[in-house]
């Protein structure tokens, strides 16, 4: 049986109620009065972060030398030319004969590349993909995409040992249809009339895909226990309930006055909330919208009733923080051109050497450091002679893992003078369960919060944009463990 | 056995700038005026000099690589002129190696200088290119985005949680260390800030990095000091009080600190072990007697007051009582910073451990320059040097006296 066999979500810490976007920009278009919040990016975060984390949620307790590829799906990847899958891959420290690939260009490749990795483990070709999407939108300021839009990630292991939810087929329709577009040096993205997107494309390519699934696996729609349509705004979804007529409880929340449109991540983070709550037997149809749109069908097994989830939607719906200044909101998504000073300036011109990247990418990218075989004390970074003082053997270590460690904060800081755009610049030292530590940036958090022994989790972040390199350099920071 | 350094090495000269914001001096002009004051100070002539080091720690900012730029404008004679770096105590370094060059015996009189122009680069606070190299490039990658005050309210932040202060406990004792050293500074013509504060108006600051607020950090300045040393058979040729060199002792980081479990972040390792060595060189059996004056590096106030429990004078975890009772004030036990310290007489890197040492020789000497600053019959002083930050730092420890 080949099936989602773990998953995870992630959702930024972050909120924005469309009010205060409205407030700052609804003098421009009263039409763009939207109800609700939306999830958004803290300034250290992209969708190769999200990706990162939610694939961190997804495989907690597993053995990751047993995924054997990555695919990564998103209109929003950082880099043009430098794989993001493979940047995802190494931060899990996953191992380096895998498949890796980027899915890009539609709003449908979250879905198609939960499907490519279904097929690759259905033909043999692959034990376990782990297929991710993510998607981080800046809309237009004023627009109602900038209203609509929300970021978000998910992550979904496909194999054959313990599925959860059994892949059962998929239908896709593919078409050339621009309800949105977006140039390749466009900082924003394009849109076509709204009643038109929705009557021409969104509504009857998703009836289409669905009809198309439900014909080939012989089913009906009243077989099927969760239907998930992602949302394009607050109300057209509803459209598509109606025409299939749907039962409320077949309908699966969007999620939309919570998240927003999440790009490629909303049909898989609706799915992680769908199996959360899922029942052996159940029948979960899934949605991919974007230049057409795929269905899958996935049916939950017995072994969901016993599945441990690392942070179920809930739990990630309910972990945040308001923004309540649209200012910082634009400066979140680089949009407003402040003035960071000279230290700021200077932050920024430090190139990156690219050589010692890759020499040491163990280090940087996988929070790897080493663990002395002969005291078992456990160092960051690596370190070639043990920096126990009782011991100081020389070249006797292993490779050990920090990223997915918890730890206690020892002592830290909130300090004024180091430039960042979310300040104060919040640091401290972690103490690590099972020994070593070492110091970190500490975010997603309020610093005047934090407190000496308080529990502590790593999350992947962009520590830099390198804009004479043009490169993101990414690291570990430490969060607060939210209860 | 190692003999160590007591009394083999005397100062028989010194020099020292105003320090401050010194917009129309540049790190050229500094080096001349701290030279031709030393020069006079010993009453000897330039070509006496044998040797020269030069302690400085922005080499990007303002002097560059080498010495060749202290060696061209002062104008030394093609004799052997190296820059030295190690942080902020790059000063103390500089006159380690003048003193190690005269006590083995390779020179009769060597000069150590120690200068910084921080004022060029653009903003408060010090160049943030130390702060992304301390422990080589790779700190790039994985080094938090901290500062130099950051670093040190880590060590706050732990000292409180340790010993069970409370915030506004702790900034009180972190509150009087910086009125002392405001107080001691209205008498101390070269210092950088010349003002007394109200520990209400300390503890109200504006916080640059939490619990450190504006007056728990020293001045950032521009300046020079140095000193002229000789082998001590010779000092008292020059003048009749040469200042003895009794003890001498550095120590760096291992790594334990950042890495290992085993350091509680309220201390700082390098100053209690540097002290130890540098005690038994210099003969002290208690501290807490035997030395007559110091100063101690107060780049923030929590280090000074961690400082004193380090260098064994105060109990663990007790220095605030010693702080509060005055202890360490001009009329103390032991007058801490009688030149304002880094605090007020300000922190130009690489000059500071000179300056410190300035201060101490002028007051064995009984030359404080303004007489309501002079300590009555110090004989042993003390300086204390500290570069880097809590986890990762290095220390010098020096003793002199008549």
Known sequence: MVGITAYGGYIPYYRINRKTIFGAMGWLDSATNVKGEKAICNYDEDTVTMAVAAAVNCLKGLDRNKVDGVYLASTTLPAIERQNAGVVATALDLRPNIRTADFAGSNKMGTACLIAAADAVKAGSAGSILACAGDARTGKPGSIDEQNYGDGAAAFLMGTEGVIASFDGSYSVSYDFMGHWMGATDEFGHFWEGRWVKEAGYVPFVIEAITGLLKKTNLQVKDLAKVIIPPINARDAETIVKKLKLEPNQVQNTMF????????????????????????????????????CDALIFRATDAIATYERAKPVAKLLSTKHEITNYNQYLTFRGVL????????????AFPTQISRLWRERKEITALCGSKCKKCGTPQYPYQR???NPECGAVDQMEWYRFSDKKGTLFTFTADNLAFT????????????????????????CDPSKLEVGMPMEMTFRRKYLDKWRGLSGYFWKAIPIQR | MAEGIRNKVAIIGMGCTRFGELWDKSAEDLMVEAFQEALQDAGIEKKQIEAAWLGHYFDEVNVGKTAALMSQTLKLPY?????????????????RAACYAVASGAYDIALAMGVEKLKDCGYGGLPQSAILTLLGTKSRFINPNRTAPGGFAMLATKYFAQYKLSPQEGKHAMAYISWKSHKNAVHSPKAHLRNEVSIEQIMKAPIIAWPLGLFDCCGVSDGAACAIV????????????????????????????????????????????????????????????????????????????????????????????????????LDGQIPNQPDGGLKCFGHPIGASGLRMMYEIYKQLQGKAQEPVRQIKNPKIGLTHNMGGVPAANVVSVMIVGL
């Open chain 1, 257 to 292: 006055d919570g998240i927003g449109d999440a790009g490629n991540a909303s049909p898989l983070l609706m799915l992680a909330a769908a199996l959360d709550e899922a029942k052996p037997g159940d029948r979960i149809l899934v949605t991919g919208y974007g230049n057409g």
């Open chain 1, 337 to 348: 051109p402040i003035e960071t000073g000279i230290r700021g300036e200077e932050l920024e």
């Open chain 1, 385 to 387: 002679i043990c920096v």
């Open chain 1, 421 to 444: 755009f979310n300040p104060p610049q919040a640091y401290g030292v972690i103490v690590f369960e099972g020994g070593g530590k070492f110091w970190f940036d500490i975010t997603d």
């Open chain 2, 79 to 95: 004799i052997p002129v190296t820059r030295v770096e190690n942080a902020c105590a790059s000063g103390s370094e500089s006159l």
């Open chain 2, 230 to 329: 000789c082998r001590a058979d010779m000092a008292k040729n020059f003048r009749p009080d040469p200042v003895y060199v009794k003890a001498l002792q550095v120590g760096i980081s291992s790594g334990e600190e950042m890495m290992f479990n085993n350091w509680d972040n309220a201390h700082i390792e390098t100053t209690y072990r540097v002290a130890q060595k540098a005690y038994q060189e210099a003969g002290i059996k208690n501290p807490r007697q035997e030395i007559s004056v110091m100063e101690t590096h107060d780049c923030f106030s929590i280090t000074e007051l961690t400082e004193y429990e380090d260098l064994q004078i105060s109990p663990r975890g007790r220095a605030k009582e010693d702080i509060e009772s005055g202890f360490f004030n």
